[in-house]
C-alpha cells in the first residue's frame, strides 16, 4: 500500500477545539508569545459553547454584595456532593469575577443592574444572583466576542479540520494528527505543547441536547495517549429538555427559566419539587410555597425555591413523576413561566426560549406551560489534571473545559461551565506555553505512527461488505439510553457493556460510501471509535461506584455512602485495555473545610 | 407521518444536479431533520454542515424551495402536502459538496473590522454601562452568522470583483454593533469606505429579509451607518479631490 500523504503545520503550542475554553487557551498562549494553532472541527464560532444560555456563575457581587468567592466555592462543591477537586473549584469562584470583566473588556455586552454594572440572575443551586447573562443568549455573546479577539492576536486557526490521534515521542505528547473534512486530507500538527478544548460526550446518549460534535474525541485520545480519566460515571441529565414535538426532543431549556421564576408542575398542578428536597439541601431550600414566591425578592430571610436545587436533584424528580404517571401528555413535565410573569419580561429575558417553543413546538411560553424532561447535557468526569496547571498525566498535554475532569464533582452547578471555560481555558492555554517555551530536545513526530493511524482511517472504504456507520452511533445511542441514564443498576451496566463489546466489533466492519470530500458518512465512522470509547468508559466507572451521588444514581446503591465520597474512580489505558481503579481525593486545608461547618 | 418529496443537491465543485428522494417525515420534523433521514438511511455521505439543531449557531443555511432558511427552524408541516421541496446549497459561495460552501470570504472580511478599543475605565476600576445604552448594539450582538444575509447580498452574489471592496451585511452591523458600543473609541471611517464599501449597498433590505434573528440590518444598522458616512462628507473636499485628479486622501 502507498505511503498516506499528509501536510505539515508545527506550533509551540496547539489548541484543539474552539468554544469557550479552547479560544481563552489560545488567547492566552498567545498572549505569552508562542505561536498557536487552534484546530476546530465545526466552522470557527460554532462550537458548543454558542448553545450556552444561561450565564457565567461568578461571584462579582453586584446584586448580591454579600456574595464572594467563599460561598460560590461552598455552593460549587455543595452542588458536587463534595467530589469536587477543592483546589479546581477554589480557582474557579477566586478567578471567574476577573474573567468576566476579561470578557467585558474584549466587547462583551452583559445585561446590566440599574447602576450600570453587569446584572447577574439566580440559576440553580447558588445561593446568591450570580450568573452574569445576555438574555438567555450568553453562550453566543461568549464566543463571539472570544473569537473577534482571538482572530486578532496572530494565532493561526483550522476550521473544520478533525484530529483523530495524539502523537507521543517516547512518553511525552508532541502532536495531533487527523483531517480536514473539506477534503478528506490528512493533516499533522508537530506541537511542544496539546491543549484539549473538545468538550463532551453527550452524543452516545440518544436523547441530548449535545451537537454531533460531542463524541469524546478529547477525552478518548486523552486515554489512548495514556492519561488518566475520572469520575466518568457522573453525567448530567439537564432537567429540562423540550419532550414534544419527537424530533426536537432533547434541545435544551434554560434553567434560566427557572432562575427568572418559571416552576414546575405536574399534571395536577402540583409544585412537586416541594416532594423532593434532599436532607442535604433541607436547610437552604424552602419548604413551602410562601417563603419560595419571597425568596425571589429577598434572598437574606427566606430559603431558595426547591425549582432551583442542583440539575442531578431535579433531573431525578422529574423523572419519578413521570413514572408514577403523574407526568404531562407527552412524557414530561409542565414549566410555567407564563402564568407567573408578564408577557414582557419573558420575551425580554428569555428571547430565545420563546422563539424556540414558538417556531419548533406551535408552544408560545408567555400564554402556555412548556413540556420538559431530563436530558443528557454534561459529563462532569474528564482528563485528570493537576489543578493550577491543567496539566493531564502524561507530559506535555493540557486539558480544560467539560474535557477536563474535577472541577464539578459528581455535579455541576448551571453556569459553572461558561466560567470553568474562562479560568481553566486561560490556565491552560498560560500552563501549555510556559511548557512549551521550556521544551527541551528536538520536537519528533514519529512518521511510522502517523501512517499507521491514516490506514487505519481509510480501512472504512476499502471494505467491500460492512456495515452502514449510522446505525451503529444509532444502536449505541439506545443503549445508551435504556441502560446508562439517570438510574442504573448493576445488571444493566453489566447488559450495556456486553452491547458495546458487539458495537466495537461491528465497528471494525463498518464500510463507508462516496469520496473523501465532505464525507459525513466517513466522519461518522471515524467518530464512532472515540464515542463508543467513552461510552464504555462511562459505563465501566459506574459499575465501579457502588453509591448514589450527584450524576450517578444507582437503584441497587440508593445512597450516598462516606468511603465513597472520598474517592475518584480513575480510568487508564495499558496494554489495549481499560482498568479501573478507586483513588483517594486530594484532600481539603483545613482552611477551607471550616466552611463547611458553619451554618450559613 | 407523511411521505415527502425531496430534491435535494448533490454536487461537487462546480458539477451537480438534484436527486431525488422520499421520506417519511414524523410530526413536527424540520428540513434538517428529514436531511439527516435521508443521511441515515439512504444517502450517508449526503454532506450538510449543522450544529444546534435550535437556530442558535446558524451552520445549516441552505435555499430550501429557493428561500434562503436554516434547515433547523424550517418545520415540514409548513408546506402543503404532495409538494415536492428543494434544498440546495446558499448559492453565493462556492461549493464544496452537496449542501457545504466555501464561506471563507467571510472569515476573511472579519478579520479586517477594526477591533474594539476601549475606553478608559470608571476611576474605580469598572467600567459602567446603562442597559438603554446597550441594547442598541446587543441587537447586533444576536447575529448567529448563518451568513443568509451575505448569501442574498447582490453585490456579494452578482459582483465577484467587487469582494475585495466589500464585507457585506454581516459586517457592516458588527461594525455598527463595534461603534455603538458604549466603550469604544475606535475609528472605523476609513474601513467602511475602503474595505467595508458601504456605498456599494443599495438598500434593498434583502439582507434584512432573510435573518432568522430578526436584526433590523438594514434600518438600525447600514442607514445609520450611510447617514455618517454622508455627515463626513465635506463638499469643498470633494471639490478639491475633483480638480487634483481622484486622489483618495485630501492634502
Same mark, same amino acid.
Given at each position: 500500500m502507498a505511503k498516506p500523504e499528509y501536510e505539515t503545520h508545527e506550533h509551540d503550542v496547539i489548541v484543539i477545539g474552539a468554544g469557550g475554553a479552547g479560544l481563552c487557551a489560545a488567547i492566552?498562549?498567545?498572549?505569552?508569545?508562542?505561536?498557536?494553532?487552534?484546530?476546530?472541527?465545526?466552522?470557527?464560532?460554532?462550537?458548543?459553547?454558542?448553545?450556552?444560555?444561561?450565564?457565567?456563575?461568578?461571584?462579582?457581587?453586584?446584586?448580591?454584595?454579600?456574595?464572594?468567592? $467563599?460561598?460560590?466555592?461552598?455552593?460549587?462543591?455543595?452542588?458536587?456532593?463534595?467530589?469536587?477537586?477543592?483546589?479546581?473549584?477554589?480557582?474557579?469562584?477566586?478567578?471567574?469575577?476577573?474573567?468576566?470583566?476579561?470578557?467585558?473588556?474584549?466587547?462583551?455586552?452583559?445585561?446590566?443592574?440599574?447602576?450600570?454594572?453587569?446584572?447577574?440572575?439566580?440559576?440553580?443551586?447558588?445561593?446568591?444572583?450570580?450568573?452574569?447573562?445576555?438574555?438567555?443568549?450568553?453562550?453566543?455573546?461568549?464566543?463571539?466576542?472570544?473569537?473577534y479577539h482571538a482572530i486578532h492576536q496572530g494565532i493561526d486557526v483550522y476550521m473544520e479540520c478533525k484530529v483523530e490521534r495524539l502523537i507521543?515521542?517516547?512518553?511525552?505528547?508532541?502532536?495531533?494528527?487527523?483531517?480536514?473534512?473539506?477534503?478528506?486530507?490528512?493533516?499533522?500538527?508537530?506541537?511542544?505543547?496539546?491543549?484539549?478544548?473538545?468538550?463532551?460526550?453527550?452524543?452516545?446518549?440518544?436523547?441530548?441536547?449535545?451537537?454531533?460534535?460531542?463524541?469524546?474525541?478529547?477525552?478518548?485520545?486523552?486515554?489512548?495517549?495514556?492519561?488518566?480519566?475520572?469520575?466518568?460515571?457522573?453525567?448530567?441529565?439537564?432537567?429540562t429538555g423540550m419532550v414534544w414535538p419527537p424530533s426536537?426532543?432533547? #434541545?435544551?431549556?434554560?434553567?434560566?427559566?427557572?432562575?427568572?421564576?418559571?416552576?414546575?408542575?405536574?399534571?395536577?398542578?402540583?409544585?412537586?419539587?416541594?416532594?423532593?428536597?434532599?436532607e442535604f439541601f433541607k436547610g437552604e431550600t424552602a419548604d413551602n410555597i410562601d417563603e419560595a414566591e419571597r425568596w425571589y425578592a429577598d434572598k437574606k430571610n427566606n430559603?431558595?425555591?426547591?425549582?432551583?436545587?442542583?440539575?442531578?436533584?431535579?433531573?431525578?424528580?422529574?423523572?419519578?413523576?413521570?413514572?408514577?404517571?403523574?407526568?404531562?401528555?407527552?412524557?414530561?413535565?409542565?414549566?410555567?413561566?407564563?402564568?407567573?410573569?408578564?408577557? !414582557?419580561?419573558?420575551?425580554?429575558?428569555?428571547?430565545?426560549?420563546?422563539?424556540?417553543?414558538?417556531?419548533?413546538?406551535?408552544?408560545?411560553?408567555?400564554?402556555?406551560?412548556?413540556?420538559?424532561?431530563?436530558t443528557c447535557h454534561y459529563v462532569m468526569g474528564g482528563v485528570r489534571v493537576e489543578a493550577d496547571s491543567t496539566a493531564a498525566t502524561v507530559q506535555g498535554l493540557y486539558a480544560a473545559?467539560?474535557?477536563?475532569?474535577?472541577?464539578?464533582?459528581?455535579?455541576?452547578?448551571?453556569?459553572?461551565?461558561?466560567?470553568?471555560?474562562?479560568?481553566?481555558?486561560?490556565?491552560?492555554?498560560?500552563?501549555?506555553?510556559?511548557?512549551?517555551?521550556?521544551?527541551?530536545?528536538?520536537?519528533?513526530? !514519529?512518521?511510522? $505512527?502517523?501512517?499507521?493511524?491514516?490506514?487505519?482511517?481509510?480501512?472504512?472504504?476499502?471494505?467491500?461488505?460492512?456495515?452502514?456507520?449510522?446505525?451503529?452511533?444509532? !444502536?449505541? $445511542?439506545?443503549?445508551?439510553?435504556?441502560?446508562?441514564? #439517570?438510574?442504573?443498576?448493576?445488571?444493566?451496566?453489566?447488559?450495556?457493556?456486553?452491547?458495546?463489546?458487539?458495537?466495537?466489533?461491528?465497528?471494525?466492519?463498518?464500510?463507508?460510501?462516496?469520496?473523501?470530500?465532505y464525507n459525513p458518512g466517513w466522519h461518522v465512522a471515524l467518530d464512532l471509535a472515540s464515542l463508543l470509547t467513552v461510552a464504555e468508559c462511562s459505563a465501566l466507572a459506574a459499575l465501579e461506584r457502588k453509591e448514589s451521588r450527584g450524576g450517578h444514581t444507582r437503584d441497587d446503591h440508593p445512597y450516598a455512602d462516606d468511603e465513597w465520597g472520598k474517592l475518584n474512580v480513575v480510568l487508564r489505558m495499558r496494554d489495549g485495555r481499560v482498568w479501573v481503579s478507586r483513588e483517594p481525593l486530594p484532600e481539603m486545608p483545613p482552611e477551607l473545610k471550616v466552611l463547611f461547618q458553619e451554618r450559613k | 407521518m407523511q411521505t415527502f418529496t425531496m430534491q435535494v443537491f448533490r454536487g461537487q465543485g462546480r458539477q451537480g444536479d438534484f436527486r431525488e428522494y422520499k421520506v417519511i417525515a414524523d410530526e413536527g420534523m424540520v428540513v434538517l431533520d428529514v436531511i439527516h433521514r435521508i443521511q441515515a438511511t439512504q444517502a450517508p455521505d449526503l454532506a450538510c454542515r449543522w450544529n444546534c439543531k435550535a437556530g442558535k449557531c446558524g451552520s445549516c443555511s441552505a435555499e430550501v424551495n429557493g428561500k434562503p432558511r436554516l434547515m433547523c427552524m424550517t418545520r415540514m408541516d409548513t408546506f402543503p402536502p404532495g409538494e415536492t421541496i428543494s434544498v440546495a446549497p446558499i448559492r453565493t459561495f462556492p461549493l464544496i459538496r452537496d449542501l457545504v460552501t466555501d464561506v471563507s470570504?467571510?472569515?476573511?472580511?472579519?478579520?479586517?473590522?477594526?477591533?474594539?478599543?476601549?475606553?478608559?475605565?470608571?476611576?474605580?476600576?469598572?467600567?459602567?454601562?446603562?442597559?438603554?445604552?446597550v441594547d442598541r448594539p446587543q441587537e447586533f450582538h444576536k447575529c448567529i452568522e448563518c451568513f443568509l444575509c451575505q448569501d442574498v447580498c447582490h453585490v456579494i452574489r452578482d459582483h465577484e470583483e467587487l469582494k475585495p471592496a466589500f464585507s457585506g451585511p454581516r459586517f457592516f452591523i458588527k461594525a455598527a454593533g463595534l461603534d455603538m458600543h458604549p466603550l469604544d473609541?475606535?475609528?472605523?471611517?476609513?474601513? &467602511?469606505?475602503s474595505q467595508g464599501g458601504i456605498g456599494l449597498c443599495?438598500?434593498?433590505? %434583502? %439582507?434584512?429579509?432573510? %435573518?432568522?434573528?430578526?436584526?433590523?440590518?438594514?434600518?438600525?444598522? &447600514?442607514?445609520?451607518?450611510?447617514?455618517?458616512?454622508?455627515?463626513?462628507?465635506?463638499?469643498?473636499?470633494?471639490?478639491?479631490?475633483?480638480?487634483?485628479?481622484?486622489?483618495k486622501e485630501p492634502a
Open positions: 492566552a498562549a498567545a498572549e505569552a508569545g508562542v505561536s498557536v494553532g487552534l484546530i476546530c472541527k465545526s466552522l470557527l464560532g460554532k462550537a458548543h459553547t454558542v448553545m450556552a444560555e444561561g450565564g457565567i456563575a461568578a461571584a462579582m457581587g453586584n446584586v448580591w454584595p454579600e456574595d464572594n468567592w $467563599q460561598v460560590h466555592f461552598r455552593d460549587t462543591m455543595r452542588g458536587g456532593k463534595m467530589l469536587n477537586n477543592w483546589r479546581m473549584a477554589q480557582l474557579h469562584a477566586q478567578e471567574a469575577p476577573d474573567r468576566v470583566l476579561e470578557l467585558e473588556r474584549f466587547g462583551a455586552l452583559f445585561d446590566r443592574t440599574k447602576d450600570g454594572l453587569i446584572s447577574q440572575r439566580d440559576f440553580g443551586g447558588h445561593r446568591y444572583a450570580r450568573l452574569a447573562h445576555v438574555g438567555d443568549r450568553t453562550g453566543l455573546e461568549m464566543i463571539r466576542t472570544l473569537q507521543k515521542d517516547g512518553d511525552r505528547v508532541t502532536g495531533a494528527f487527523g483531517y480536514w473534512r473539506n477534503t478528506g486530507q490528512f493533516v499533522l500538527f508537530k506541537a511542544k505543547a496539546v491543549v484539549l478544548a473538545t468538550g463532551g460526550i453527550g452524543k452516545a446518549w440518544k436523547i441530548t441536547s449535545n451537537s454531533w460534535e460531542y463524541t469524546g474525541d478529547g477525552h478518548s485520545a486523552a486515554l489512548w495517549a495514556g492519561a488518566d480519566l475520572i469520575d466518568m460515571e457522573f453525567v448530567q441529565f439537564h432537567p426536537v426532543r432533547g #434541545i435544551l431549556v434554560t434553567e434560566s427559566v427557572r432562575g427568572d421564576g418559571g416552576t414546575l408542575k405536574n399534571k395536577d398542578g402540583e409544585r412537586f419539587m416541594f416532594n423532593y428536597i434532599p430559603r431558595r425555591t426547591p425549582d432551583l436545587l442542583p440539575r442531578d436533584e431535579v433531573a431525578r424528580a422529574i423523572n419519578s413523576e413521570v413514572k408514577a404517571r403523574r407526568g404531562s401528555p407527552h412524557g414530561g413535565v409542565f414549566l410555567d413561566i407564563f402564568s407567573r410573569r408578564s408577557p !414582557d419580561y419573558i420575551r425580554k429575558r428569555l428571547p430565545s426560549m420563546y422563539h424556540q417553543f414558538k417556531e419548533l413546538a406551535n408552544v408560545d411560553i408567555t400564554k402556555e406551560p412548556m413540556e420538559v424532561g431530563p473545559g467539560e474535557v477536563a475532569g474535577g472541577m464539578h464533582g459528581s455535579n455541576r452547578l448551571g453556569g459553572n461551565s461558561l466560567s470553568d471555560l474562562l479560568v481553566f481555558g486561560r490556565r491552560a492555554g498560560m500552563h501549555a506555553a510556559l511548557y512549551a517555551k521550556n521544551f527541551g530536545g528536538q520536537l519528533v513526530a !514519529d512518521s511510522g $505512527q502517523v501512517e499507521s493511524i491514516a490506514r487505519t482511517m481509510l480501512e472504512p472504504f476499502n471494505r467491500s461488505g460492512g456495515e452502514n456507520p449510522y446505525a451503529i452511533q444509532a !444502536d449505541l $445511542q439506545e443503549t445508551m439510553q435504556t441502560l446508562v441514564g #439517570i438510574i442504573r443498576n448493576e445488571a444493566e451496566l453489566k447488559e450495556a457493556l456486553k452491547r458495546i463489546e458487539v458495537l466495537k466489533e461491528r465497528a471494525k466492519k463498518v464500510r463507508v460510501e462516496g469520496g473523501r470530500v | 470570504y467571510n472569515y476573511v472580511k472579519a478579520k479586517q473590522v477594526p477591533p474594539l478599543r476601549l475606553k478608559p475605565p470608571d476611576p474605580d476600576g469598572k467600567y459602567r454601562m446603562m442597559q438603554e445604552d473609541t475606535q475609528d472605523r471611517t476609513e474601513w &467602511i469606505r443599495n438598500i434593498t433590505k %434583502c %439582507c434584512t429579509e432573510v %435573518c432568522p434573528e430578526h436584526i433590523h440590518i438594514t434600518d438600525n444598522g &447600514i442607514i445609520p451607518m450611510k447617514e455618517r458616512m454622508a455627515d463626513n462628507f465635506d463638499p469643498v473636499v470633494w471639490l478639491l479631490r475633483k480638480f487634483r485628479g481622484g486622489r
